[in-house]
Structure formats: structure tokens, C-alpha cells
């Protein structure tokens, strides 16, 4: 079974640009999170999703930021505009709920605003 | 705030003997404790969970105890093997939402 997907794996960008990050969770797979891991704050929790539904964007920076899920098998996070304050490398998590809290992560996306 | 600490960023130990790795909490409401290992240029990878009901849980190399008086946990790995030199991080779940320690780079000497 595939784990969970992200593109592009890595993103350059010029300050002021719009960026979208995409997802694909685990099959199966109610929840899904989008993190951010950066040097100074480690991983932090931007927004999670259940069944497509935005549950907690209590993470999320700024209104720059932006998260849909239109269906159970994709969802995007974007950023626009793009500062280089938003250089991170972001993780997309998905879990099966219903009692386990085990996160599966994809392998990130590398963003690089300059 | 941190709500999940990991007081320790490195760790170094010799191939064959055991490392302790230590992670402490703040919040009470958490239920379910876990632990990742981390490769460069690789996502978070689970590796051992407990549940707050329980006070150890093993398997295999891996071993991870919980004391809830302290809101301490630790992960202990032997014997340590070169390929488990990565980050490590502790988090604790309440209600799906995970707070992830900072890491602890562990490097396996041989």
C-alpha cells in the first residue's frame, strides 16, 4: 500500500508568489494534517482535516495561508503571497482515527522562498 | 508553549549498548504517547507507541515507558545498531492532535 504522497518534493519560489503544496493521504484514512518544521519552532501543527472537513486551524501563521480537501484523496495547502519567512519544509500526515492515533508521514516538501 | 520537551538534542553511543532517550510533558490531557525516527530528506517515520493506561510497551529492540506522576517517558533501544543513528522525536496526542518534542539526533558509534 502507498504511503502518503506530497508534490513537489521540493519548491523554489520568488517572494510575492503563489505556492501550492499537494497531498495525497493513506487509503482509507479519515484524518489528515499538514505540518511545518522549521529550525527555530521544530514541527508544528498547521491545520488537520476529518473526513474533508477542517477541524482545527488554530495553527495556521497567517491568512496567507490557506488549506482545502475537496475530497478524501487530495488536499492542497497554499501560500499567497510568499515571504521568505515561509522557507520550512512542510509534512502532510494521515491516521485511520476511530481510536489510533498513530500519524503516517509523507516525505515533505522542501520550500524555499527567495 | 512546548508542551512535549525533549531536554537533550544529541545523543552519542556505541554500537551494542543501549540508548536512553527522554522526553517530558506538561499537559495532563494527553492520552497516547509516540515516538518517530527521522532521516534526512525523509518524512517522520512511527516507530513505538503507549497509550496512557499503560506503563511499558516493547517491541523488538524498542521499549518505551511511561511515568504519568512525572509526565516522563523514555525510549530505550538495544542493542543500538549504526542504523538507527537519525533524529528522534517524542510526541503526545490528545484527541488526534500531536505535539512533537524538538528531536534528539542519535548517532551510533561503531
Known amino acids: 500500500d502507498a504511503g502518503v504522497i506530497q508534490s513537489p518534493r521540493h519548491e523554489v519560489t520568488e517572494m510575492g508568489q503563489e505556492v501550492t503544496l499537494r497531498c495525497k493521504p493513506i487509503s482509507g484514512h479519515d484524518y489528515l494534517f499538514w505540518y511545518r518544521q522549521t529550525m527555530m519552532r521544530g514541527l508544528e501543527l498547521l491545520i488537520y482535516?476529518?473526513?474533508?472537513?477542517?477541524?482545527?486551524d488554530s495553527g495556521m501563521p497567517e491568512d496567507r495561508f490557506s488549506a482545502k480537501m475537496p475530497n478524501a484523496s487530495f488536499s492542497t495547502l497554499k501560500i499567497q503571497p510568499s515571504e521568505p519567512r515561509d522557507s520550512a519544509v512542510y509534512f502532510c500526515?494521515?491516521?485511520?482515527?476511530?481510536?489510533?492515533?498513530?500519524?503516517?508521514f509523507g516525505p515533505g516538501t522542501r520550500l524555499t522562498v527567495l | 508553549d512546548q508542551q512535549v520537551k525533549q531536554n537533550s538534542p544529541s545523543l552519542s553511543v556505541q554500537e551494542g549498548r543501549i540508548s536512553i532517550l527522554n522526553c517530558d510533558y506538561t499537559?495532563?490531557?494527553?492520552?497516547?504517547f509516540l515516538w518517530y525516527k527521522k532521516y534526512p530528506a525523509e518524512g517522520p517515520t512511527f516507530l513505538i507507541s503507549?497509550?496512557?493506561?499503560?506503563d511499558k510497551n516493547e517491541d523488538g529492540r524498542f521499549t518505551v515507558f511511561l511515568n504519568k506522576s512525572a509526565k516522563h517517558l523514555s525510549l530505550h533501544i538495544v542493542p543500538s545498531q549504526p542504523g538507527d543513528s537519525a533524529v528522534y522525536f517524542c510526541a503526545a496526542s490528545n484527541d488526534y492532535k500531536l505535539s512533537f518534542g524538538a528531536g534528539t539526533t542519535v548517532t551510533v558509534r561503531a
Open positions: 499537559n495532563s490531557m494527553f492520552d497516547y
Open positions: 482535516f476529518n473526513n474533508n472537513v477542517p477541524i482545527d
Open positions: 500526515a494521515s491516521t485511520r482515527g476511530l481510536g489510533s492515533d498513530t500519524q503516517y
Open positions: 503507549i497509550s496512557s493506561i499503560k
